[in-house]
């Protein structure tokens, strides 16, 4: 009798997602000392060292959106959102709806991001911006510091060809002497200039 050998099927090797549990068991582990992550779609993110300016401009975009918004609405710096099982992005400025005291747990949406960009431009443009969309974010900017640019998206539609199954449909770029308005906040006109000064 002639015994037939049959080569076992291999699928490719794919990357392990983790899921929000176990990223914050690994920080609680000490894995992530001394280092900025953040978890988009099951992958572990290494964010870059923080320049002076990235976070001066950070921290202007806060007050300034502050003053626009108002007390209705609580202004964040570089706070996680749990936008799903496997995300959880720190954005440089969120706006969410409510105060401080109204949430136990990170927020889920917000009417606003803001992500200021120099070496991560277009990881910003790209990848996360259909993150955001893909969670509803109907509001995101990208502070473009190299260029002295301010990247509008708004208006998220499905698009398969993302990474992330969803694009903004509407995208301009605002230069040193245009003004934006929060969606959220109409009637608070920004300069570019105030918010790359």
């Not at 490719?12 to 992530?32: C, H, I, N, Q, S």
């Not at 300034?64 to 992005?89: I, K, N, T």
């Not at 969120?94 to 277009?122: C, F, I, M, W």
């Not at 906040?185 to 570019?192: E, F, M, N």
Request: glycine share 8%; with cysteine.
């Amino acid at each position: 009798m002639q015994t037939t050998l049959i080569a076992p099927r291999h699928a490719d090797p794919k990357p392990r997602r983790w899921t929000k549990a176990e990223y914050y068991r690994m920080a609680e582990l000490g894995w992530f000392r001394g280092e900025r992550v953040e978890l988009i779609d099951g992958e572990i993110v290494a964010l870059g060292p923080q320049k002076f300016e990235h976070g001066q401009v950070a921290d202007r975009i806060a007050e300034l959106l502050r003053a626009a918004f108002g007390g209705a609405f609580w202004v964040r710096m570089q706070l996680p959102l749990d936008l799903d099982s496997l995300s959880e992005p720190e954005p440089d400025v969120s706006v969410v709806q409510g105060h401080r005291e109204d949430y136990h747990e990170h927020p889920k949406n917000a009417v606003l991001v803001v992500e200021v960009s120099d070496t991560a431009l277009l990881y910003d443009r790209g990848d996360k911006a259909s993150l955001y969309a893909c969670a509803g974010i109907a509001d995101y900017w990208v502070v473009d510091l190299s260029h002295r640019e301010l990247h509008v998206y708004r208006d998220p539609v499905p698009d398969p060809g993302q990474r992330h199954g969803f694009r903004y449909r509407s995208v301009a770029t605002l230069r040193p002497g245009d003004a934006v308005a929060p969606l959220g906040a109409p009637s608070g006109h920004l300069t570019i200039v105030d918010l790359l000064r």
